[in-house]
């Protein structure tokens, strides 16, 4: 049986003032004319380190599916959330963009004391907050968010590609290219396109 001094100490070690668990945020998909955006949350495990994290964009495409995979199996949780195209049109980029990150926070298994997220933006959250510009070249647990909303989207663009091959999501992952514009023109839009998205909207007059 402990003693009472023992136990004492024991609580006054257990009671110090923690920042707690810590969670980045970070999206894909602001910008193309297609498809949802994506948002990521994670909690890394201090003990668990991740080597090579940093903004998904100065990576490979072949380093960043590498690093999902890590993320996934070495971080505390991780969540992955979309606004889709839907309701991009109906409340607008910025704000499904917020949608989406409120929705991978929420889907934490485990709820962080402080979310630190990407951009200038924080969406509603019920949780201590702040954003961080270039928190993802900056904040590993924002690079890690900034890696699986990547790849993630990436992913769904491809699986999207064997639908509707004629647009060729493939290789363009929906964003205004060259190719993917004279496909609008000579095919109209799909169900995944932005509406609201100017170059859409012009295919649809």
Not at 16 to 23: I, S, V
Not at 45 to 65: F, H, Q, V
Not at 152 to 163: A, G
Not at 180 to 193: I, V
Request: proline residues 5%; positive net charge; charged residues 25%.
């Amino acid at each position: 049986m402990r003693s009472k001094k023992f136990l004492k100490a024991e609580q006054t070690a257990l009671s110090w003032d923690t920042p707690g668990l810590m969670a980045g945020v970070d999206e894909a998909g602001r910008g193309p004319l297609a498809g949802p955006v994506v948002a990521a949350a994670v909690i890394l495990d201090d003990l668990n380190p991740i080597k090579g994290l940093a903004d998904s964009k100065k990576l490979t495409a072949l380093r960043r599916e590498k690093l999902y995979d890590e993320i996934r199996a070495k971080a505390l949780c991780c969540s992955i959330a979309l606004a889709s195209a839907e309701e991009i049109d109906k409340l607008n980029i910025l704000q499904a963009t917020m949608l989406a990150m409120k929705r991978a926070v929420e889907g934490l298994r485990l709820k962080p004391s402080k979310v630190l997220v990407d951009g200038n933006r924080l969406p509603a959250l019920g949780v201590l907050a702040e954003a961080i510009v270039k928190g993802d070249a900056l904040v590993p647990a924002i690079s890690a968010a900034s890696i699986l909303a990547k790849v993630y989207r990436d992913r769904w663009c491809q699986e999207f590609d064997l639908e509707y091959p004629q647009y060729g999501f493939a290789g363009h992952k929906g964003y205004g290219t060259a190719a993917h514009l004279a496909a609008l023109r000579e095919h109209g839009a799909c169900p995944q396109h932005r509406k609201s998205f100017a170059p859409v909207a012009e295919v649809l007059r």
